[in-house]
């Protein structure tokens, strides 16, 4: 897995093209508490060798910025402007800055704030955070989120299978969360945990074949909340999601991968 953090959104489509590709994008985003702040869905912005439509995106809303305009997570992880930081054996790209120039190209990456996010498994699958301010702030409007795409998704009929999970939650550069998450497709649940040195989410969760979702509790440290997500690709390899509660700094996001 690879956590990327990006400040580089581009809001503006330099060009449309039509796509054959069908793409089935799924995911979910915790709610936005302030003036600026994101959606995740299907990608709309395309920029030669930089952004894709049709791919697990997101758009940010803010002075400069429409929400609708969303671009694809692998352009983002692709951006050469990042330093990587390896944190339990993930690499971390990591940037934030404020975007200062004249014209329309440093226009619309002002101000757009701080993400984490993580690939799952090598697919077009993502979870993380974003605020308006990062680790370097104190992460202001902070939301969690996941997207992915379920194209050519299918579910085990039955039997076990462990996914080794992250997670992140107010990421500082060493604090990812691991663990794993148990799904038993005969009972159709989902359980499990990730932990940091100081904090730890527990998932118990149903498993919802013909959506191929699952939904259920979450404990942070105990404090009871819900937990969202989606399994992808050929007999669910992966799964990402997050978990809500009402104090919003304990909202995480988090995805895995099958253990072979």
Do not use: C
Request: proline letters at 2%; aromatic letters at 10%; zero cysteines.
């Amino acid at each position: 897995m690879k956590i990327s953090k990006k400040l580089a959104l581009s809001a503006v489509a330099l060009s449309v093209f039509t796509s054959s590709y069908a793409a089935n994008i799924v995911g979910k985003n915790s709610q936005p508490h302030g003036n600026t702040s994101i959606a995740v869905g299907e990608s709309t912005v395309w920029a030669p060798f930089i952004h894709s439509k049709h791919k697990a995106g997101v758009g940010v809303k803010s002075e400069n910025n429409n929400v609708e305009d969303k671009v694809d997570f692998g352009g983002l992880a692709n951006n050469s402007n990042t330093k990587p930081i390896v944190d339990k054996g993930v690499t971390v790209n990591h940037l934030y800055k404020t975007m200062e120039g004249n014209g329309n190209w440093w226009k619309i990456h002002k101000g757009i704030g701080s993400f984490d996010f993580v690939q799952v498994g090598g697919a077009d699958v993502w979870f993380g955070e974003w605020s308006e301010n990062g680790a370097e702030g104190n992460f202001k409007g902070r939301q969690v989120f996941y997207v992915g795409d379920k194209e050519g998704t299918t579910m085990p009929k039955g039997g076990k299978a462990t996914y080794t999970t992250y997670g992140v939650n107010k990421f500082t550069g060493n604090n990812v969360m691991k663990g794993k998450l148990i799904a038993d497709f005969d009972k159709n649940t989902l359980v499990g945990g990730i932990a940091n040195a100081g904090n730890k989410l527990v998932i118990q969760a149903e498993i919802k074949p013909a959506s191929a979702s699952f939904d259920g509790d979450a404990l942070f440290n105990g404090t009871k909340g819900d937990s969202k997500g989606h399994f992808f690709g050929n007999q669910a390899v992966n799964l990402a999601g997050i978990a809500e509660f009402a104090d919003k700094d304990k909202n995480t996001a988090f995805g895995g991968t099958k253990n072979k």
